[in-house]
């Protein structure tokens, strides 16, 4: 079936980085954009970029601009975020979602930033 | 720049009640980009509505979405006990490309 699975938790300590994965199966990866969104605990949905598997071109939010890179390895039908410079206030679930519909979520990848 | 806003922020219905969500643009947007999801704890979320009206594959007839301009509404005609979650209005437009509503929170009376 369609869906996309992501990597694992992840604790990390302030300023450090975190990369969280999103395997794609059941479709074909490059005929659909990649979002990532993220949400605090108790929070909404906050849409971080996008990625055209494709291409490999991006678009981030200007609140994550110079601090995420989204990038994939299509032969493995996988896509990346790289979130740097963590603090605590980017403890939160990770989404990665298919778009234009997001109709596909992956599970959710927890990060926590503590020291 | 269009903004999104939910109301209300909780709603508190009995099973078997009708339910009626909204969401309102700062802007008038084309109904086409328009979608509402749901939100159940621990879980991602799940595409209900596109393009405003549309249910997704698999939604239930139940829930149902209409609006246009910057007015928008889902309804739940009939709630059943797995249908309290927190749900989202999401728009897309020209930059950034997606954003999402606060949420409206639906519990159990």
């Known amino acids: 079936q369609v869906q996309l699975v992501q990597s694992g938790a992840e604790v990390k300590k302030p300023g450090a980085s975190v990369k969280v994965s999103c395997k794609a199966s059941?479709?074909?990866?490059?005929?659909?954009?990649i979002n990532w969104v993220r949400q605090a605990t108790g929070q909404g949905l906050e849409w971080m970029g996008w990625m055209n598997p494709n291409s490999g071109n991006t678009g981030y939010a200007q609140k994550f601009q110079g601090r995420v890179t989204m990038t994939r390895n299509t032969s493995i039908s996988t896509a990346y975020m790289e979130l740097s410079s963590l603090r605590s206030e980017d403890t939160a679930v990770y989404y990665c979602?298919?778009?234009?519909?997001?109709?596909?979520w992956g599970q959710g990848t927890m990060v926590t930033v503590s020291s | 720049e269009s903004v999104l806003t939910q109301s209300p922020a909780t709603l508190s219905l009995s099973p078997g009640e009708r339910a009626t969500l909204s969401c309102r643009a700062s802007q008038s947007v084309s109904n086409d980009l328009l979608a509402w999801y749901q939100q159940k704890p621990g879980q991602a979320p799940r595409l209900l509505i596109y393009?405003?009206?549309n249910r997704a594959t698999g939604i239930p007839a139940r829930f149902s979405g209409s609006g246009s301009g910057t007015d928008f509404t889902l309804t739940i005609s009939s709630l059943e006990p797995e249908d309290f979650a927190i749900y989202y209005c999401q728009l897309r437009r020209e930059w950034p490309p997606y954003i999402f509503g606060q949420g409206t929170r639906l519990e159990i009376k």
């Open positions: 393009a405003a009206s």
């Open positions: 059941g479709y074909t990866f490059t005929s659909y954009d």
């Open positions: 979602a298919r778009s234009p519909a997001f109709d596909i």
